[in-house]
């Protein structure tokens, strides 16, 4: 059986690999990237915003085909926003702040900067490299999950690296197949039951990643908190620890990355894109933020039919209240992510936690049969 999962895991890096060259191939040069290589040269010449901007796009402009550029600059289709930050250094230095706060994402796009690829190329590629990881950490959770199945491993790990919103990840400039690992190791850990500090830095790198993943880590700890208290009927004070690292974590990047703040992101998003952050105000009402909000849950049923599918056969399958308390965790940080940041067409926003609860549908799947093992006939 072991060579078994030795010849399956090289055919697996094999097939991993070519996906993530057919990707390569065909990445995308979105209006994200002049962003993430802006906080890029802002380490480089934090004292010249003007160089900044229009090394940016030059750099862009020698990677990216026509079509792709054109929509970069907002000039086809037309955008007024884009074309403000492509020509007006105080338009563009004034979004980077909703940039800098991914700091272990930008890190990671210096680290390969640094290493000689050109700034696009940073950017890119490390979004395919997280791809392939990803691919790898998904074969060995499957591995976990069916102990005995390798085919069945190789299956599944290709069919879901095939699905539509992860190669479209793996293609453009965000952070959204970088957090991917660092979720698969989270879920690694939890059916691994490694220990609570190990676990919390798991979290503290979701968190160093991506700020915004902060009421996930959080709200993990407090349902790992309550169903340690609910067992042996004490507060665990570690986890407490654990938690205030991890606010103090969120606020000092907040801080250091001079992050405008969650009504400006929504205004700017889901309202109207502004030229000057330092213009109109970010004004909107409880009423606008609930009309908003109404609208755009109505083109979030894929998702929803999709998670609630998964957490009810999940429910089915499985009796374990810890698996239960876990389908239910991921899924109410799916609707606390989209009372935030209600981006109900952008499916890659959620698919993350979508993946988690797949996994936990398999995992609770082949406990109810054994791992798919043949048994004994007494």
């Known amino acids: 059986m072991k060579s078994g999962w030795r010849i399956s895991f090289f055919f697996i890096v094999i097939i991993v690999a070519a996906l993530s060259f057919w990707n390569y191939k065909n990445r995308i040069y979105d209006w994200d990237m002049p962003g993430y290589i802006g906080c890029l040269y802002t380490l480089k010449f934090p004292d010249a915003p003007d160089t900044i901007r229009t090394l940016t796009y030059q750099e862009i402009k020698k990677k990216a085909p026509e079509d792709q550029f054109r929509d970069i600059l907002g000039i086809k289709p037309a955008d007024k926003a884009r074309q403000a930050f492509a020509n007006n250094t105080r338009a563009f230095s004034e979004q980077l702040p909703y940039y800098h706060i991914k700091v272990g994402y930008n890190l990671g ?44 491993a190789i299956i599944l790990t290709i069919a879901i690296m095939l699905l539509p919103p992860i190669t479209y990840m793996s293609r453009v400039a965000t952070p959204d197949m970088f957090i991917m690992q660092f979720l698969l190791i989270f879920m690694i850990g939890l ?5 609570s500090w190990v676990m919390f ?47 103090i974590l969120y606020f000092v990047i907040m801080k250091i990355s001079a992050y ?25 009402s409880l009423n606008e933020y609930l009309s908003i909000i109404y609208q755009k849950i109505i083109y979030f049923k894929k998702v929803t039919l999709t998670s609630v599918a998964l957490v009810g056969l999940t429910f089915y399958f499985s009796k374990d209240s810890w698996i239960r308390t876990l389908a239910i965790f991921v899924l ?9 940041f209600p981006h ?29 093992k043949l048994r004994k006939i007494a």
């Open 201 to 247: 830095l798991v979290l503290f790198a979701i968190t160093f990643t991506r700020p915004d993943y902060v009421p996930f880590t959080l709200s993990y700890l407090a349902v790992a908190a309550g169903y340690d208290y609910v067992k042996n009927k004490k507060v665990n004070l570690s986890i407490v620890i654990q938690a205030s690292i991890l606010f």
């Open 344 to 372: 109900s067409s952008g499916l890659r926003f959620f698919f993350g936690y979508i993946l988690l609860l797949l996994i936990l549908f398999l995992y609770a799947l082949s406990k109810k049969y054994n791992g798919f």
């Open 332 to 340: 109410v940080n799916i609707y606390i992510k989209f009372l935030f």
């Open 109 to 152: 796009i210096l680290i390969f900067y640094e290493s000689g690829l050109s700034s696009p190329d940073a950017v890119t590629f490390l979004s395919i490299i997280s791809y392939f990881i990803s691919g790898l950490l998904l074969f060995y959770i499957l591995k976990i999950i069916f102990p005995e199945k390798y085919i069945l």
């Open 260 to 284: 405008p703040g969650w009504k400006h992101l929504f205004y700017d998003t889901f309202i109207h894109r502004r030229e000057f952050i330092s213009g109109t105000p970010p004004d909107f």
């Open 191 to 195: 059916l691994k039951k490694w220990k």
